[in-house]
C-alpha cells in the first residue's frame, strides 16, 4: 500500500531575534528620545502579549516639538538647497534598505500582518519613496508645479495602523523633499516602526527638528490638528475623523489633505481572464487581511459568469493560509486590535440579518489573538450596509450585474471614490468604463498596485488631494496644493 503524501507546508518561523524592543518609548522631539509622562501598552495582536509601553504625548510634547520643528525649519532645513536635502533623504532610504529585516519584523510583531508583506511589500515601498522623493528634492522647479515654489513650514501628520511604516513614509518623504519638517503621529496601536524609524533619522544626522514623532490617541491627534503653529495638515485615517478635521482646519490658514476610506468595486466582465481574475479579487480584498482603504470590497459580477467564479473563488478562498503573521508561509495574519475584530464581527451579523448569504473558508485558529476568517456575502443588493459601509476586514460583498452601464452606475452607487478595478480583454471597455468611474485609482486587470511615482487618492468622502507623483509634491507647496 502506499503511504499518502502530505502535501501541508512546515512551520517556517521567521526570527525575532533582530528586533530589541524596550519596554518603555518616549517621543523622538528635536532630535532625541524625550521620556513620556504617561503611556498606554502595544500589543502584538496575533498574540496579544504587550510588546512595550507607549508614551501618550499631551499639550507640553506636542507644544515642543511644534517648537523643534519651527526652530529647525527656520534655522536649517529652509535654508539648505534641494541638493543638501535630497542627500538626507537618500541617505534615509539606504538605511532603511539596510535594516530592512529590522522592520519587517517589528512591523509584523506589532500590526499583525504578515512577514511575507511586510518584508516584500511595505518596507521596500516605504524606501521606494524615500528614494523617488530623494530625486525630487533638487528638481522642483522642473515638476510643472511653478519655478519658484514654498514649502508651506511645519507640517503636522496624522496616520492609521493599517500600514503603519508606509503611511509614514508617504507623509515624511514628500514633506522633506519639498522643504518642509514636520510633526507625526502613528496610530495608538502601532507606534513602533514610527519609533525605530526615529532611530534612522538619527543614523542618517538629519538636523535636529526636521522630523519629530510623537506618539498618542486620538486625543494627540486632536492637539495637533488645532495647534496655531502647524501650517500644513497631512491625515490618513477614517472618514469620521476626516470630517472633524476638515472642520477643525477651515477656519484657519492650514493646508490639508485627507485620505480616507474606500469601498470600491471590482468589476469582472464575462470576457475576463477568470483565473486571473480569482487571484485579483483574493488580493483585492484579502491582502493585509482587508486593512486596506483602497480594498476591493465590493466584487461586481457580470450575471453570466457568477457560478463559475464563486464556485472558483471558494476553492481559492479554502487555500488561504491564516495564522502565525510570522510564519513565512502564511497569507493572512491577525486582524489589528480586539476593537476591529468587533466592527468587522458587528458588521458580518448586520449582512446576514439583512439577508445577505455568508460563507467563510475552514480555518483553524490559533488560541490566543484576533482572527477573522476570509469570508463573503452573496445576495447582496445595494441598500445593504456591507455594501454601503467600509468594513475594514477580510470580507467580500458580491453584487451582480446585466450591462456595463449597470455595472457603471452600481459602482458609482457609494460615497466614496477612492479605488476601482476593471477585469475585461476589451481595450474599448476598459477606456470606456475607466472614464465612467468615479474613484481616484483605477486598476486594470490587477488590483491593489502600488508605486511612488503614481498618485495615489479619492473623490467624494474619501479625500481630499494626492500623495505620490508629482501630484502628491503640490500638497507640500504654498499655492499649488489644496488650501
Ligand atoms: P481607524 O478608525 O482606522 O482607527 P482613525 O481615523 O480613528 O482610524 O485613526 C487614524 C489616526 O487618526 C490615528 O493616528 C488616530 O489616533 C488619529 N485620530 C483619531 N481621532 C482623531 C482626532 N479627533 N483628531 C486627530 N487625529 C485623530
Given at each position: 500500500m502506499e503511504t499518502p503524501v502530505n502535501f501541508d507546508y512546515a512551520p517556517a518561523p521567521e526570527s525575532r531575534a533582530i528586533v530589541t524592543i524596550k519596554p518603555t518609548y518616549g517621543h523622538f522631539i528635536a532630535g532625541k528620545f524625550v521620556a513620556g509622562r504617561k503611556h498606554f501598552p502595544t500589543i502584538n495582536p496575533a498574540t496579544e502579549e504587550v510588546l512595550s509601553q507607549i508614551a501618550l504625548a499631551g499639550k507640553a510634547e506636542v507644544d515642543s516639538a511644534i517648537a523643534a520643528a519651527r526652530k529647525a525649519y527656520i534655522t536649517t532645513w529652509s535654508k539648505l538647497s534641494g541638493k543638501e536635502r535630497g542627500k538626507y533623504?537618500?541617505?534615509?532610504?539606504?538605511?532603511?534598505?539596510?535594516?530592512?529585516?529590522?522592520?519587517?519584523?517589528?512591523?509584523?510583531?506589532?500590526?499583525?500582518?504578515?512577514?511575507?508583506?511586510?518584508?516584500?511589500?511595505?518596507?521596500?515601498?516605504?524606501?521606494?519613496?524615500?528614494?523617488y522623493h530623494a530625486g525630487w528634492a533638487d528638481k522642483l522647479e522642473f515638476a510643472g508645479l511653478g519655478t519658484s515654489t514654498?514649502?508651506?513650514?511645519?507640517?503636522?501628520?496624522?496616520?492609521?495602523?493599517?500600514?503603519?511604516?508606509?503611511?509614514?513614509?508617504?507623509?515624511?518623504?514628500?514633506?522633506?523633499?519639498?522643504?518642509?519638517?514636520?510633526?507625526?503621529?502613528?496610530?495608538?496601536?502601532?507606534?513602533?516602526?514610527?519609533?525605530?524609524?526615529?532611530?534612522?533619522?538619527?543614523?542618517?544626522?538629519?538636523?535636529?527638528?526636521?522630523?519629530?514623532?510623537?506618539?498618542?490617541?486620538?486625543?494627540?491627534?486632536?492637539?495637533?490638528?488645532?495647534?496655531?503653529?502647524?501650517?500644513?495638515?497631512?491625515?490618513?485615517?477614517?472618514?469620521?475623523?476626516?470630517?472633524?478635521?476638515?472642520?477643525?482646519?477651515?477656519?484657519t490658514?492650514?493646508?490639508?489633505?485627507?485620505?480616507?476610506?474606500?469601498?470600491?468595486?471590482?468589476?469582472?466582465?464575462?470576457?475576463a481572464a477568470i483565473d486571473e481574475a480569482i487571484e485579483g479579487i483574493v488580493n483585492g480584498v484579502f491582502f493585509n487581511q482587508g486593512h486596506v482603504c483602497c480594498?476591493?470590497?465590493?466584487?461586481?459580477?457580470?450575471?453570466?459568469?457568477?457560478?463559475?467564479?464563486?464556485?472558483?473563488?471558494?476553492?481559492?478562498?479554502?487555500?488561504?493560509?491564516?495564522?502565525?503573521?510570522?510564519?513565512?508561509?502564511?497569507?493572512?495574519?491577525?486582524?489589528?486590535?480586539?476593537?476591529?475584530?468587533?466592527?468587522?464581527?458587528?458588521?458580518?451579523?448586520?449582512?446576514?440579518?439583512?439577508?445577505?448569504?455568508?460563507?467563510?473558508?475552514p480555518c483553524d485558529f490559533p488560541k490566543k489573538g484576533f482572527w477573522f476568517a476570509?469570508?463573503?456575502?452573496?445576495?447582496?443588493?445595494?441598500?445593504?450596509?456591507?455594501?454601503?459601509?467600509?468594513?475594514?476586514?477580510?470580507?467580500?460583498?458580491?453584487?451582480?450585474?446585466?450591462?456595463?452601464?449597470?455595472?457603471?452606475?452600481?459602482?458609482?452607487?457609494?460615497?466614496?471614490?477612492?479605488?476601482?478595478g476593471i477585469w475585461s480583454e476589451k481595450g474599448s471597455r476598459i477606456l470606456w468604463a475607466s472614464q465612467q468611474l468615479r474613484a481616484g485609482v483605477i486598476w486594470v486587470n490587477t488590483f491593489n498596485k502600488f508605486d511612488p511615482t503614481s498618485p495615489f487618492g479619492g473623490y467624494k468622502e474619501s479625500g481630499w488631494g494626492r500623495e505620490g507623483g508629482r501630484h502628491g509634491l503640490s500638497a507640500y507647496l504654498k499655492g499649488v496644493g489644496h488650501e
Open positions: 533623504l537618500f541617505r534615509i532610504a539606504r538605511i532603511m534598505q539596510e535594516r530592512a529585516r529590522e522592520f519587517a519584523v517589528l512591523e509584523t510583531l506589532d500590526n499583525g500582518k504578515p512577514i511575507r508583506e511586510s518584508r516584500d511589500v511595505d518596507v521596500p515601498l516605504a524606501a521606494a519613496h524615500f528614494f514654498k514649502p508651506h513650514g511645519v507640517a503636522g501628520q496624522i496616520i492609521p495602523w493599517n500600514f503603519p511604516l508606509l503611511m509614514l513614509s508617504w507623509k515624511v518623504a514628500p514633506a522633506l523633499a519639498t522643504g518642509n519638517t514636520v510633526v507625526l503621529k502613528p496610530a495608538e496601536s502601532t507606534s513602533l516602526t514610527a519609533l525605530l524609524f526615529a532611530e534612522v533619522c538619527q543614523q542618517a544626522e538629519l538636523p535636529a527638528g526636521v522630523v519629530n514623532i510623537v506618539t498618542g490617541d486620538g486625543s494627540t491627534g486632536a492637539l495637533i490638528v488645532n495647534h496655531p503653529g502647524i501650517d500644513k495638515i497631512a491625515f490618513t485615517g477614517s472618514t469620521e475623523v476626516g470630517k472633524i478635521i476638515a472642520r477643525a482646519v477651515a477656519p490658514h492650514k493646508s490639508v489633505t485627507l485620505e480616507l476610506g474606500g469601498k470600491a468595486a471590482n468589476i469582472i466582465f464575462d470576457d480594498a476591493g470590497s465590493r466584487l461586481l459580477l457580470q450575471e453570466n459568469i457568477v457560478d463559475e467564479v464563486l464556485e472558483k473563488l471558494k476553492v481559492r478562498m479554502a487555500k488561504i493560509r491564516v495564522g502565525d503573521p510570522m510564519d513565512k508561509n502564511t497569507d493572512l495574519g491577525a486582524i489589528n486590535s480586539k476593537e476591529q475584530l468587533l466592527k468587522i464581527q458587528d458588521l458580518s451579523r448586520v449582512g446576514e440579518s439583512e439577508g445577505g448569504a455568508r460563507w467563510s473558508a476570509p469570508t463573503i456575502f452573496t445576495g447582496v443588493t445595494q441598500a445593504h450596509r456591507i455594501a454601503r459601509e467600509e468594513i475594514f476586514g477580510p470580507v467580500l460583498s458580491v453584487l451582480t450585474f446585466r450591462t456595463p452601464q449597470e455595472a457603471m452606475d452600481k459602482a458609482n452607487n457609494t460615497p466614496f471614490g477612492l479605488s476601482a
